[in-house]
Structure formats: structure tokens, C-alpha cells
């Protein structure tokens, strides 16, 4: 896989208040979304983050648990994708990763993410 023209990442996703779409595989009414400020998902998504760095948790042990993002059933794993298929945000931070590398907070329109790159 050239690194300049496709990538492959998994991730993880929080939505919140602001969050384009209000519902998720886990909360299909977005009753906990809706009530979900932006500050308290980044809050999370760092303590998550945290544990995977330490090797507390896995990544894909996380991101089945608790991503909001239907990719949770497959450990987050969004497969390959190239430029322009992602929202700008999201793409800029996985092309900018190196591979085994896991990203700081990414917001999109989405929600806010953290990003581990595979390939």
C-alpha cells in the first residue's frame, strides 16, 4: 500500500451534542449522545486513549466497546481508504500518522476520534 495514496486505520469514535448525527449502533435514539457534551467525550476519548498507550486495553478491545461508529463490530478497522473519501480532518490526521501510530483528539463533524493507523 503506497503511503501517499491510500491508507488503512482504525478507529475510535465518540459522538456528542454537536455531532452531525445524533444516534449510533449502541444508542439508536441518541438518548446518551444528545446528553454527551463535547468536553466529557474528549474527557473519555483521552482516558481511553491512556489506557491503550499503557497497554491497560487494545485498541480493538476499546473500539468494540465503546466507538459509536458501526466499525466498532470489526475493532474500529475502517479498511483502506485513499484522499478525499474521509472527512478532511480525519484524513489529514491518518495520512500524518505513521503506521502503528495512534492520533491525539481528531474532531470532525462526526464526533471526535482517535485514530490508529494500520497500513
Do not use: Y
Not at 2 to 29: C, E, F, M, T, Y
Not at 32 to 41: E, G, K, P, Q
Not at 89 to 98: H, I, Y
Amino acid at each position: 500500500m503506497s503511503s501517499s495514496n491510500q491508507v488503512r486505520a482504525s478507529h475510535i469514535l465518540i459522538k456528542h451534542q454537536g455531532s452531525r448525527r445524533k444516534a449510533s449502533w449502541k444508542d439508536p435514539d441518541g438518548l446518551v449522545i444528545s446528553n454527551t457534551t463535547r468536553d466529557s467525550a474528549v474527557t473519555q476519548l483521552k482516558s481511553l486513549r491512556e489506557d491503550i498507550v499503557s497497554g491497560k486495553s487494545t485498541f480493538d478491545q476499546v473500539a468494540t466497546r465503546v466507538s459509536d461508529c458501526s466499525s466498532a463490530k470489526r475493532g474500529g478497522d475502517l479498511g483502506p481508504f485513499g484522499r478525499g473519501q474521509m472527512q478532511k480532518p480525519f484524513e489529514e490526521a491518518t495520512f500524518s500518522l505513521k503506521v502503528g501510530e495512534i492520533s491525539e483528539i481528531v474532531d470532525t463533524d462526526s464526533g471526535v476520534h482517535i485514530i490508529l493507523r494500520t497500513g
